[in-house]
């Protein structure tokens, strides 16, 4: 028998008569059963033990047809029946039977990447997932390493080798190894001069793609780390602003337009577009320079009955208007787009040549699981829409409904996180004219690229067919501040306008709320004051605190009005999600009336309690204390509050006093058995 696994199989398939093509390393042979001009069958050699792949018959045929019953998997395929052993350089020992079964041995603590002491002159490295792809990329002529215990370990390992190299990490393809690539980029972050993440052109794995035949420049790229581009201001040519409508909407941008439903945004945005696609005269009597087509993504008209009447009412060329409808699946069903089908879009716009691209509204436009109030979320998906806007000169008009706040800084009074407006060069409001209702006010909240424009009046009317167009009437000498003013704008806290919007879809823990309201620029003792402020100037709990389980997280929720339960000053119903909220007696015994004890946040002062701590009780800030003495401690003051005959009105078990619809029982409770 051959020395090597390599020359076990190749003499196995000349037993055969088969013919063998051998390179030194790398033979392509004939498959069983197929003509001698066959060469679909490729032997690779690699340290200890041989690669194998068909591309004709499935390999674990072809290789039982060569008397190797195991397939991949038979010890044959080794230089030791038994397996291989890796030696790392600190003095792990790593084993592989064939069956792929492993066994640490030696140093198993080591940090040392396998094959670490061997990459010192190399400028590429190649990170892999195990200790086979190193070898199967060494035997291509590579240099390769892989931490210890393959993937979701490398954070485990000594990546130092590795400073200032090129490091292509080979990435398994399937869910486990991508995300452990992922975190080989990240830990490479300060470490590596590049990264780049490959995936094999054939297989699974860089074993595979070796197998196969294929060489280390077939590997496919799947994502690689930007480098800085830089120029110095010297090489920039000096460009003029272009504009769509000159010193309101600039061109190849992102714009918002903000105002309250029923004010007819659409019907001005479809206004503005009749005067592209016509390239006629603006209000102010500057003509449009660049005519084009305009797109629209359209979430609350009707394409026949409202959009195309407007359309039609505006004087727009029609012909020159595309509203898109959906993305079609393979079946031909038709779902609803969303701002993360960007290429889609560009190639639209590109098709089209559009110069404006009308989003009615943003918030129904946003990719699924995007907060419209987290700032990164947000940027993640308008940095692509204004890369987008750029390249193509187009220019975005974001569509947005007002927050629920009142008065306050205009630029924060479009609905979502600030990073929205943060993104446009240019904001623009409807309001209604305080002073005759019927009246339009599109009025300036942000201009980066030119000093603010004159605010501008229009009315809707009846175009004679149904349907309103709009009717400029000239300059307004208000401002987007004016039109929205209010008593509480003297106070100038655009942070009381951001927590009314932020609660109102529900309750949120208050962890989230300090997370959010950094992310916008907010301290957290900002919030806490503008819950305080609201509430004074209410003279009621407009934002409440309140913590449904002891030892449990606090939540924030907002009254949002009619719409919503209130919890006033004297209210006895706790909000919803809220069952388990501790109550008190006031009163003796006979004729005792039960009220919501008002919770407090974590530090606030215990005086309302109508019962005082004796002297010397343990207190929730005592020393040694754990979450379970500090939970007892809260059932006990219950039991001492609560007469027993009141407790089963309250939801509560008689016993053990826990919250029956949300705690069920205690585990020592009788009543548990029972139930």
């Given at each position: 028998m051959r020395d090597t696994a390599y020359e076990r199989i190749l003499d196995a398939f000349r037993e055969q008569g088969l013919i063998v093509d051998d390179q030194g390393g790398r033979a392509n042979c004939q498959a069983p059963g197929h003509s001698p001009k066959d060469r679909s069958v490729v032997v690779t050699r690699t340290e200890g033990s041989v690669l194998v792949h068909s591309h004709s018959e499935p390999t674990d045929d072809v290789l039982v047809e060569l008397g190797f019953p195991g397939g991949r998997r038979d010890p044959g395929l080794y230089d030791d029946p038994r397996g291989i052993g890796y030696e790392y350089p600190d003095g792990r020992l790593v084993r592989r039977s064939p069956d792929k079964k492993f066994r640490q041995a030696g140093n198993t603590k080591g940090r040392s990447l396998y094959r670490a002491d061997r990459i010192a002159a190399a400028e590429v490295v190649y990170y892999v997932e195990g200790e086979k792809d190193v070898h199967a990329v060494e035997s291509a002529g590579g240099t390769a390493v892989c931490n210890a215990q393959g993937a979701g370990k490398v954070h485990l390992a000594d990546l130092s080798p590795l400073k200032g190299k090129t490091v292509m990490v080979v990435a398994d393809k399937d869910e486990t190894g991508r995300k452990h690539a992922t975190q080989v980029v990240a830990a490479l972050e300060t470490i590596a001069a590049d990264v780049v993440i490959v995936e094999a052109a054939q297989g699974k794995d860089a074993a595979d793609h070796v197998a196969a035949g294929r060489d280390l420049s077939e590997l496919v790229i799947v994502e690689q780390r930007p480098g800085l581009s830089v120029v110095c201001l010297a090489d920039v040519t000096p460009e003029r602003v272009s504009w769509l409508w000159p010193g309101r909407?600039?061109?190849?941008?992102?714009?918002?337009?903000?105002?309250?439903?029923?004010?007819?945004?659409?019907?001005?945005?479809?206004?503005?577009?009749?005067?592209?696609?016509?390239?006629?005269?603006?209000?102010?009597?500057?003509?449009?320079?660049?005519?084009?087509?305009?797109?629209?993504?359209?979430?609350?008209?009707?394409?026949?009955?409202?959009?195309?009447?407007?359309?039609?009412?505006?004087?727009?060329?029609?012909?020159?208007?595309?509203?898109?409808?959906?993305?079609?699946?393979?079946?031909?069903?038709?779902?609803?787009?969303?701002?993360?089908?960007?290429?889609?879009?560009?190639?639209?716009?590109?098709?089209?040549?559009?110069?404006?691209?009308?989003?009615?509204?943003?918030?129904?436009?946003?990719?699924?699981?995007?907060?419209?109030?987290?700032?990164?979320?947000?940027?993640?998906?308008?940095?692509?829409?204004?890369?987008?806007?750029?390249?193509?000169?187009?220019?975005?008009?974001?569509?947005?409904?007002?927050?629920?706040?009142?008065?306050?800084?205009?630029?924060?009074?479009?609905?979502?996180?600030?990073?929205?407006?943060?993104?446009?060069?240019?904001?623009?409001?409807?309001?209604?004219?305080?002073?005759?209702?019927?009246?339009?006010?599109?009025?300036?909240?942000?201009?980066?690229?030119g000093p603010p424009p004159e605010s501008l009046r229009y009315r809707l009317v009846d175009a004679g067919t149904g349907v309103a167009r709009v009717e400029w009437l000239g300059v307004d000498e208000r401002d987007a501040r004016a039109l929205l003013a209010s008593p509480a704008d003297d106070e100038g806290h655009p942070e009381d306008a951001w927590l009314i919007d932020y609660l109102g879809s529900g309750p949120v823990k208050a962890t989230e709320v300090y997370s959010a309201a950094d992310a916008n620029g907010y301290s957290k003792d900002q919030i806490k004051r503008s819950k305080a402020r609201q509430n004074s100037r209410a003279g009621r709990e407009v934002i409440r605190a309140y913590q449904p389980k002891i030892p449990g997280p606090w939540f924030w929720s907002a009254d949002q009005g009619a719409d919503r339960p209130t919890q006033g000053a004297d209210s006895n119903t706790p909000l919803p999600g809220d069952p388990s909220a501790p109550w008190e007696v006031r009163g003796g015994n006979e004729g005792a009336q039960t009220h919501p004890r008002e919770p407090r946040e974590q530090g606030a002062s215990d005086r309302s309690l109508v019962r005082s701590e004796p002297p010397g009780e343990l207190k929730p800030d005592s020393p040694g204390q754990t979450d379970r003495v500090a939970a007892a401690l809260a059932k006990a003051r219950l039991v001492q509050v609560i007469p027993p005959d009141q407790r089963a009105a309250l939801g509560r078990c008689h016993h053990c006093e826990w919250h029956l619809e949300t705690q069920g029982h205690a585990p020592q409770c009788p009543n548990r058995s029972a139930s």
């Open positions: 909407i600039p061109a190849g941008k992102l714009v918002t337009l903000d105002g309250d439903p029923s004010l007819g945004k659409s019907t001005l945005s479809l206004s503005l577009a009749a005067t592209i696609t016509t390239g006629g005269l603006w209000p102010d009597d500057t003509r449009c320079e660049h005519p084009g087509a305009v797109v629209l993504l359209s979430a609350e008209d009707g394409l026949a009955d409202t959009v195309r009447p407007r359309a039609d009412a505006a004087g727009a060329d029609v012909t020159m208007i595309h509203a898109v409808q959906g993305v079609p699946l393979s079946d031909g069903t038709l779902v609803p787009p969303t701002l993360a089908d960007i290429h889609e879009l560009t190639k639209l716009v590109r098709r089209v040549k559009a110069r404006l691209l009308v989003v009615d509204v943003l918030m129904a436009y946003l990719p699924t699981g995007t907060d419209s109030h987290k700032d990164q979320d947000v940027r993640r998906v308008l940095s692509r829409l204004s890369a987008m806007a750029d390249e193509t000169g187009c220019t975005v008009l974001l569509l947005r409904h007002l927050n629920k706040a009142k008065g306050g800084d205009p630029m924060y009074r479009g609905g979502g996180s600030i990073g929205i407006v943060g993104a446009a060069r240019a904001g623009m409001l409807v309001a209604a004219d305080p002073d005759d209702p019927s009246v339009r006010v599109l009025a300036s909240t942000k201009s980066n690229l």
